[in-house]
């Protein structure tokens, strides 16, 4: 079965860096769409960063330039690096596969358990 568990969460101080790590199981991990989403307390799950089959990278306005996704085949695992971190950003961090990066919008199917990711000012 799909299985998806990431780690690294944690809380930092404002300006600081994480990396998430999603280790995927049960599916053929390069032939997919990933994506990280967030979603923190009272407000809708987002989609943060995704990236397709090919290597090609989506990323939300407000993480632009701060947050880099990638994804190592061989080892059936995908990551987010998070740098120059913002109070903003907390929230619970999942992976996701993919089954459409869009347009008109980007889909999943699977999701994993989270992890909670607090950034202190």
């Known amino acids: 079965q799909v299985q998806l568990v990431e780690s690294g969460g944690g809380l930092v101080q404002a300006g600081g860096s994480l990396r998430h790590s999603c280790a995927a199981s049960?599916?053929?991990?390069?032939?997919?769409?990933m994506g990280w989403y967030r979603q923190a307390p009272g407000k809708e799950r987002e989609l943060v960063a995704a990236i397709s089959s090919g290597g090609r990278t989506y990323y939300a306005d407000s993480v632009k330039g701060r947050f880099t996704i990638s994804r190592d085949n061989f080892r059936n695992t995908l990551y987010l690096q998070m740098n120059s971190l913002k109070p903003e950003d907390t929230a619970v961090y999942s992976c996701?596969?993919?089954?459409?990066?869009?347009?008109?919008?980007?889909?999943?199917?699977?999701w994993g358990q989270g992890t909670q990711v607090t950034v202190s000012s």
């Open positions: 049960g599916f053929a991990f390069s032939t997919y769409a």
């Open positions: 996701a596969r993919m089954t459409t990066l869009g347009p008109p919008a980007p889909l999943y199917d699977y």
